[in-house]
């Protein structure tokens, strides 16, 4: 079946560092990933997405990394800060506009 | 434009007794779902609309049921609470994009 999976459930960082959180998938149909970010006590926030037809898409501090050939996905944040302190969910589309999310990995930025 | 809101935020529920969560998008998506977190865990899909009037099953569905009368609201209802019910449950609305924004959550817990 497709599923969504993190490699790290934590990730530790100097404010100031770049952060880079990944995620692999198993359904090689998928073509749509977006990654949200989580505070606590809040709903998902959708901070980037990508298509298949793309390998690298850049925002504000944030680019995601597609690899189709290995089915892997990462999301880098360029001068990590404390805001950005906050659980990453990686979720794939499924085709049928319904999301599978990843468990999610924990990024903890220290001053 | 408040996007998606939820209410309520927090409840707790004796074992059988029943309630509805109610979730409303003023975005005037067509697409709209329900989530539900547990500790540790990624979202899990428990039902979702993909217009007023219509809803479908999830990947977690048993013990729940929605409905879909006006485009922009969308409820749950649990008609006899059990604990394993007790999580966080989040309402989502799709743009034609297939990006998903969140409410920010309905923390319940039933005893």
């Known amino acids: 079946g497709e599923s969504v999976g993190l490699h790290l459930p934590t990730l530790s960082v100097q404010e100031g560092d770049n952060s880079i959180i990944n995620c692999a998938y198993s359904?090689?149909?998928?073509?749509?990933f977006i990654w949200y970010k989580q505070e606590s006590g809040k709903g998902p926030q959708f901070i980037i997405d990508?298509?298949?037809?793309?390998d690298k898409r850049q925002g504000q501090r944030v680019t995601v990394l597609l690899n189709k050939t290995v089915k892997h996905l990462s999301l880098q944040i360029a001068a990590t800060q404390p805001g950005d302190s906050a659980v990453y969910f990686c979720?794939?589309?499924?085709?049928?506009?319904?999301?599978?999310f990843g468990t999610g990995t924990r990024l903890l930025v220290s001053p | 434009n408040a996007g998606v809101t939820q209410t309520p935020k927090f409840r707790v529920l004796k074992t059988g007794q029943s309630m509805t969560l109610l979730c409303a998008q003023d975005?005037?998506?067509?697409?709209m779902y329900w989530y539900r977190q547990d500790p540790g865990m990624g979202l899990r899909l428990i039902h979702y609309?993909?217009?007023?009037?219509?809803?479908a099953k999830g990947e977690v569905p048993d013990g729940y049921n929605v409905s879909r009368l006006k485009k922009q609201n969308f409820l749950l209802g649990l008609e006899s609470a059990a604990p394993s019910q007790t999580s966080v449950y989040f309402c989502?609305?799709?743009?034609?994009?297939?990006?998903?924004?969140f409410g920010p959550g309905t923390r319940l817990t039933v005893l």
């Open positions: 979720a794939e589309n499924t085709g049928f506009q319904k999301l599978v």
């Open positions: 359904n090689s149909a998928s073509d749509y």
């Open positions: 990508i298509r298949s037809n793309m």
């Open positions: 975005m005037n998506h067509e697409y």
């Open positions: 609309s993909v217009g007023e009037g219509t809803t």
């Open positions: 989502a609305s799709m743009d034609p994009g297939n990006t998903q924004y």
